[in-house]
């Protein structure tokens, strides 16, 4: 490309110079063939300086910047997805240990319901035994109670019919259990 656009330019010198102009003439001194090859030599030194400009100092820029963005760009998106990835894991292990967490608490409740169930059945039995040991002592003492009172109410008897006796009569009068046993005997 550059050594056609450098041949095109030396052939369009040659055949500038073989142009010639009457020097008489006025006008514009841009449009005068006798400048045109001047004009043509700077045109090609500029057009090949700036070319060569473009070509080896902007250009690499331009292309190191854009290699630089695209870099960072692949970095930074490279990034974001281990990011992505890593919270991801983190998010799978909190649900595995909140899972982990759930079937211990739920492990632990269940063997503590357990224990204090076992306990509880255990205390109720040991409180049924004493209540039942309560129960045959208090049975028993109220069996010598009513033994005893049974025993003691021909006394009683006897010493409230002596007492209502000396009330009414005014006479003091002792009976003895052998009438009371006659009379409770003949009815």
Known sequence: MLSKIFLSSIFFLINSVNLYAAEGQGGMPQLNPSTYSSQLFWLTIF?????????????????????????????????????????????????????RAKDEYNSLLKDTYEKNKAFYDEEIKKINVKVEKKKITFSNDLRKTEESLRKSIPKICIELSDKLYENIMDEKKSGSIKEFEELYRGR
Not at 48 to 60: E, K, Q, R, V
Not at 65 to 74: C, E, G, P, S, Y
């Open 47 to 99: 057009f090949f300086l700036i070319l060569f400009l473009n070509h080896f100092l902007f250009l690499p820029k331009l292309e190191k910047i854009r290699l630089n963005r695209k870099n960072t760009i692949d970095g930074y998106v490279k990034e974001a997805k281990e990011i992505n990835d890593s919270i991801i894991k983190i998010i799978d292990q909190m649900e595995n240990d909140l899972k």
